[in-house]
């Protein structure tokens, strides 16, 4: 697990450099960006009594690894190092606390991020319990939409020629059969998942 945080940890300060190189100076609201997620999150959970609604408990997922990306930049920027850093997660992640239900967990959550405006290690962890997201599910989405989002940039994403639909298919479902393809637990899995993508992708287009 040490080991995996530190290659989330490093691919976050790449993705946040590739957007801007002095990212850590520029004084961003991550902690905004991670309050608005947990509404959109909360739409997909459901909470209106009026109204019959499910959980579309596949898209809170979704939101909670976006809401990754920005927990860990907001961890980056506290200046410890990646390895103290994944050290405090790995401790949260070994916590046999108990949750409660989803939504309640979740405004607790929001809550400390708006009053601190720093990421709430422990409260993150509860929520992926309270919705069955296990760290190695958690990994293996938050290193694929990295990789892609890496792919995306190095074949013409920004200039428009980059083509999102190959193969029949959009890029998103060959990111997520490519990497199950995969074992996610070697220290190269990203490597790995970026050659994969690259060799179908330049394949569709022969």
């Not at 919705?131 to 990295?146: A, Q």
């Amino acid at each position: 697990m040490q080991e995996q945080l530190e290659v989330m940890l490093s691919l976050q300060d790449d993705m946040n450099t590739r957007v801007h190189p002095g990212w850590r100076d520029q004084g961003y609201a991550w902690h905004r960006a991670v309050w608005i997620e947990c509404a959109e999150m909360l739409d997909h959970y459901g909470w209106k009594w009026w109204k019959k609604q499910s959980p579309d408990v596949e898209q809170v997922r979704l939101e909670l690894i976006d809401i990754w990306h920005f927990g860990l930049s907001m961890l980056l920027l506290e200046k410890q190092s990646a390895d103290e850093i994944a050290q405090v997660i790995s401790a949260a992640e070994s916590s046999s606390d108990g949750v409660g239900p989803f939504p309640e967990e979740l405004e607790h959550f929001v809550a400390g991020i708006l009053n601190t405006r720093r990421f709430d290690v422990g409260g993150f962890i509860r929520l992926t319990r309270a919705i069955d997201l296990s760290f190695g599910e958690l990994y293996t989405s938050y290193v694929g939409k990295n990789v892609l989002n890496f792919f995306r940039q190095d074949n013409g994403y920004q200039d428009g020629s980059y083509r999102k639909l190959w193969g029949g298919r959009e890029d998103n479902e060959h990111l997520v059969e490519l990497a199950r393809s995969l074992d996610s637990s070697r220290s190269d899995f990203k490597d790995q998942l970026y050659r994969a993508l690259t060799e179908r992708y330049e394949s569709s287009a022969e």
